[in-house]
């Protein structure tokens, strides 16, 4: 029979697969980039938010070419700060689009 190790384990006797690994694969663009960014445009003032791939979990419809969006590719979500019915309603509108569709975009 083998010889029993009573030894109790500490973090410095662990082995490296016992050891707890740190979180990887972790976004750090809400941290740099917390708020959305405020641009003018002819149709007026709007929230911008940019969405990392990591952070990019559902697929949405882009209203500047009505190509879908989806889940792992970055992109830009937009909700205008004068909205007619208020702030709620702005953000229940939000779109997400395409990082080059919305530079491009035509506003009126």
């Given at each position: 029979?083998?010889?029993?190790?009573?030894?109790?384990?500490?973090?410095?006797?662990?082995?490296?697969?016992?050891?707890?690994?740190?979180?990887?694969?972790?976004?750090?663009?809400?941290?740099?980039?917390?708020?959305?960014?405020?641009?003018?445009?002819?149709?007026?003032?709007?929230?911008?938010?940019?969405?990392?791939s990591?952070?990019?979990?559902?697929?949405?419809?882009c209203?500047?070419?009505?190509?879908?969006?989806?889940?792992?590719?970055?992109?830009?979500?937009?909700?205008?700060?004068?909205?007619?019915?208020?702030?709620?309603?702005?953000?229940?509108?939000?779109?997400?689009?395409?990082?080059?569709?919305?530079?491009?975009?035509?506003p009126?």
């Amino acid at each position: 029979m083998g010889k029993k190790n009573n030894r109790k384990r500490t973090p410095s006797n662990l082995s490296k697969w016992q050891k707890p690994r740190p979180a990887s694969g972790r976004d750090i663009s809400r941290i740099l980039d917390p708020t959305p960014r405020i641009e003018s445009a002819a149709d007026g003032d709007w929230f911008v938010a940019y969405i990392a791939s990591v952070n990019a979990l559902k697929t949405y419809k882009c209203p500047g070419c009505h190509r879908q969006i989806k889940p792992g590719v970055a992109h830009l979500v937009a909700w205008q700060d004068d909205h007619m019915f208020g702030r709620e309603r702005a953000i229940e509108e939000r779109r997400h689009w395409h990082q080059k569709c919305w530079q491009t975009r035509r506003p009126y």
